[in-house]
């Protein structure tokens, strides 16, 4: 019966203890939240991005989401065109110049 017990213990031990190692190996190469100083130019450049989206595609705004792509911050726009497809774009955070433009696959 002891050995039952000691036995149960230890696969436990073991199974949590690889849980938390998988949960924490999922966390490291998590990026942070971008720090916004100043509002009002966060913003100003944001729309400056959609606004030179909306120039090369026409259509419809689907998403503007902030993300960290190939170490800069970027917004990343989604505009369904009104031929029907959709574009995703990449404008710089800082600078709200276009980094990437391409037919979105998926």
Same mark, same amino acid.
């Given at each position: 019966m002891k050995k039952s017990i000691v036995l149960l213990?230890? /696969? /436990?031990?073991?199974? *949590? @203890?690889g849980?938390?190692?998988h949960y924490k190996s999922g966390y490291e190469g998590r990026e942070q939240r971008l720090q916004v100083l100043d509002a009002e130019a966060h913003n100003k450049n944001m729309n400056a991005c959609v606004a030179k989206a909306f120039e090369?595609?026409? @259509?419809? *705004?689907? !998403? /503007?989401?902030? !993300?960290k792509e190939d170490g800069r911050w970027v917004f990343d726009i989604d505009i369904q065109a009104k031929d029907g497809k959709t574009w995703d774009i990449e404008c710089d955070v800082n600078t709200a110049e276009i980094v990437e433009d391409s037919i979105d696959r998926d």
């Open positions: 213990i230890a /696969v /436990v031990s073991f199974v *949590l @203890g849980l938390a190692l090369k595609h026409p @259509g419809a *705004l689907m !998403e /503007v989401e902030l !993300e």
